[in-house]
């Protein structure tokens, strides 16, 4: 079946534009995961949705980035007043919801933002 | 705080050599363990995942990993390189049902001919 998608694969914008990047989850996944991964660096966790709850936003950096999610499909990761050190490979996981135990999260190919 | 450490964040190995990638977490309570494969310009692909049932795990591609609770280590090993090896490869831990993954840095795997 279709894995994660994310879209743009590739974004260029400058410094203190708005940009928004999407995570299309895999179909029936309820939980959705961002995380961030700057040149030479390990990943680092934004934000988590369960459903279209979020109850884990402690990982976004700023109250310049947000997110949302409709429903349990599509996601939104938007950041205002981009700054260079936004620049990083942003990437979607997508992962059943465990009741017990802890099910794989399943990641997309990443958006690549970077800040001009 | 929960915190994954890979030790060497570049490994070179000769092709047809032991791959030994190190993990080392901090926790007091047992863990979820995993190893994910990174390819250039890709999305990560889990290798294997530990979920407390046999300590030693086997994965896709020939690796294995095994957990060892008095030394908090999870680390990952393919016996013979192969040049498709060669990728970043990251430990990552969760505690509990669908908690976000804590990362390490990640290890470079370079496989030479």
């Known amino acids: 079946g279709a894995g994660v998608s994310q879209s743009p694969s590739n974004k260029v914008t400058e410094k203190g534009k708005d940009v928004e990047l999407r995570c299309d989850p895999i179909?029936?996944?309820?939980?959705l995961y961002w995380y961030r991964q700057r040149l030479g660096q390990g990943l680092e966790f934004l934000i988590y949705?369960?459903?279209?709850?979020?109850?884990?936003k402690s990982g976004l950096p700023s109250d310049r980035f947000s997110a949302e999610r409709t429903g349990e499909s599509v996601s939104t990761l938007t950041i205002q007043r981009t700054q260079q050190e936004d620049s990083a490979v942003y990437l979607c996981?997508?992962?059943?919801?465990?009741?017990?135990?802890?099910?794989?999260?399943?990641f997309g190919p990443g958006t690549r933002l970077t800040v001009t | 705080a929960q915190s994954v450490t890979q030790l060497g964040s570049h490994v070179s190995v000769s092709e047809g050599a032991l791959v030994l990638l190190r993990c080392n977490y901090s926790?007091?309570?047992?863990?979820?363990l995993f190893w994910y494969v990174q390819y250039p310009n890709q999305g990560l692909q889990l290798l294997l995942k530990?979920?407390?049932?046999?300590?030693l795990v086997k994965g896709i591609n020939g690796f294995e990993a095994e957990f060892k609770k008095s030394e908090t280590s999870f680390h990952l090993t393919k016996p013979s390189a192969h040049m498709s090896d060669a990728a970043e490869y990251f430990c990552?831990?969760?505690?509990?049902?669908?908690?976000?993954?804590?990362f390490g840095k990640g290890t470079r795997l370079s496989v030479i001919a």
């Open positions: 996981a997508s992962s059943l919801t465990a009741t017990g135990g802890v099910y794989e999260q399943y």
């Open positions: 179909s029936g996944h309820t939980a």
């Open positions: 949705f369960q459903g279209n709850s979020a109850p884990d």
């Open positions: 926790s007091s309570v047992p863990p979820y």
């Open positions: 530990y979920t407390s049932a046999a300590t």
């Open positions: 990552a831990v969760s505690y509990s049902g669908n908690t976000p993954l804590v």
